[in-house]
């Protein structure tokens, strides 16, 4: 019996996204008509959430969804990057964007720069800032799904004598020929967190790399469960994060 109860739906996003949303619409009804108090939903990666804006006659998937949970009788989701943080005003209930890059940023200062720290030297000046701007406008998403505009920003940031290429991301979706594209690639390591399984790609690329963020939803769920605030698990995201 779930009747009172606060239940937690944890739910990765494999390949069959549809499927994985009707799984969860169809246990958070069951609960709802069940009468459980509280059905909260923690998604890493909230499917659709690219499909935020309207475009041309399209229609906005990531409002749809959002509607279809709340309908379904979810009443609270734990969820991490966002694509856009003002997909949060789609719900009509409360929702926990935890943030991933304190755990990419650890990975850089513990995998990263204890090895490279002394050897990221570029020859001149102008080649410095060409590099540098190229890189702003290559910057890696939330998402990382097709990686061709990565792998020819990689050529060109090797041209130009960048000694190592990273490329880090929290969703690493790596689709179709994603894996093959990397290895064949100028790209050193593309570091992804396990929002999103991906074990088949990293068989298939040895340069793709995991960074595990399941300590911080457990610490959101054992927050909520027990009531205390969530504000700890923001203490290091800056505004613009």
């Known amino acids: 019996s779930v009747r009172g109860q ?8 494999p390949r069959d996204v549809n499927t994985a949303i009707m799984e969860m619409l169809v246990m958070a009804y069951a609960l709802k008509t ?6 909260i939903g923690v998604i890493p990666y909230f499917p659709y959430s690219k499909q935020c804006k309207m ?21 609270h989701i734990i969820t991490m990057d966002l694509h856009q943080k003002e997909i949060q005003g789609f719900f009509s209930f409360p929702v926990d964007n935890l943030r991933a890059s304190p755990f990419l940023l650890q990975y850089i200062q513990e995998e990263v720069s204890k090895h490279y720290r002394q050897r990221w030297m570029i020859t001149s000046h102008q080649t410095k800032l060409n590099c540098l701007n190229l890189c702003t406008r290559s910057k890696a998403d939330d998402i990382i ?3 061709e505009d990565f792998v020819a920003a990689a050529e060109i940031l090797k ?17 179709a020929d994603a894996p093959r594209l990397i290895e064949e690639s100028a790209i050193d390591e593309v570091v992804v967190t396990n929002t999103v399984p991906h074990e088949v790609q990293k068989l298939q690329c040895p340069k793709i790399k995991t960074v595990d963020v399941s300590m911080i939803l457990a610490e959101a769920i054992r927050r909520i469960h027990n009531g205390e605030s969530m504000a700890y698990l923001f203490r290091n995201i800056t505004v613009d994060d």
């Open 6 to 13: 606060t239940i937690f739906i944890i739910q990765t996003i």
């Open 34 to 39: 069940s009468c459980a108090k509280n059905i």
């Open 55 to 75: 475009r041309k006659r399209g229609s906005i998937v990531c409002k749809l969804l959002a509607s279809m949970l709340a309908k379904a009788g979810l009443s």
């Open 145 to 147: 799904d097709d990686v």
């Open 159 to 175: 041209e130009r004598g960048a000694y190592k290429i990273y490329i880090m991301a929290t969703h690493g979706l790596l689709s």
